[in-house]
């Protein structure tokens, strides 16, 4: 646990104009609590005190009291009147079917960006902008791999801003707002610390542009799913070590 709080890093441009504010203290150590309960550093029913918490954070107990309301919103906790607060643990089954959703919703996107046809061409442009600026991150040390995971993030925001489906880009936009899925990314990078797996995410985000260019729906789908399922696959294989557990295989489908 860190001896005080920094400003995270911003994910992109776009973020800082959607978010138009700094992440808060609060914000920042309900963060990071999340992610030592995904790492498996706090474990199901361990109380998490306020003390503690923000002696840890070099706060006063007020923003610790925000953080852990915050975390209770996202289920990860669970605050008990005159007895405080509790963690609700997280196992890997639940965050491989936090990516398993968030591949079938983006296969979606994807194909509803392709059967627009030329309305796609907006979202093509800014796809091969992303793609770029992502590749040309590819050679950045292990420890950097957080701009390239928001590299990529743009990349995938592009196809749903444009699949023309609101409701799609909502639920989304949601996932990574509102619920785990997005909560266990912000204080870490989970994914992407090796130049190989970004040469195998560029490549499936190519092939995810040239089926948009070519209208073929149906490998617009699969290349966006793949791409996230290998992202599940990373994610899992390095919870597993450090949390010195297994998931059910069932759960680890692919296509």
């Known amino acids: ?62 923003p610790v009291r925000e953080a852990l309301r915050a975390l209770e919103r996202y289920s990860l906790a669970i605050l008990l009147p005159r007895r405080g607060a509790y963690v609700v643990g997280i196992s890997l089954g639940v965050i491989a079917e936090a990516f398993n959703v968030r591949a079938a919703l983006a296969g979606i996107a994807a194909r509803q960006l392709t059967r627009r046809g030329d309305a796609s061409a907006t979202a093509v442009a ?31 925001r592009c196809v749903y801003r444009h699949c023309g489906a609101g409701h799609i880009e909502r639920a989304l936009n949601d996932q990574v707002d509102r619920s785990i899925w997005g909560l266990m990314w912000r204080a870490q990078p989970l994914d992407f610390h090796s130049r190989e797996r970004r ?21 617009a789908e699969q290349h966006i799913r793949a791409e996230i399922l290998a992202t599940r696959d990373s994610v899992i294989a390095a919870l597993g070590v450090v949390r010195g557990e297994s998931v059910d295989p069932a759960l680890m489908f692919r296509d």
């Open 1 to 62: 646990m860190p001896s005080e709080i920094e400003l995270l890093p911003d994910d992109t441009a776009h973020d800082r104009r959607r978010r138009a504010h700094a992440l808060t203290i609060p914000e920042q150590i309900a963060n990071r609590v999340a992610a030592a309960i995904v790492n498996g550093e706090y474990r199901d029913g361990e109380r998490l005190r306020e003390q503690e918490l923000a002696e840890a954070f070099g706060v006063s107990r007020g």
């Open 199 to 219: 040469l195998e995410s560029i490549a499936y985000w190519r092939q995810v542009l040239a089926a948009v260019r070519a209208g073929n729906e149906h490998a």
């Open 126 to 156: 800014e796809l091969e902008a992303a793609l770029s600026h992502a590749d040309s991150l590819v050679e950045l040390p292990a420890q950097d791999s957080i701009r390239f995971q928001h590299a990529i993030r743009e990349t995938a």
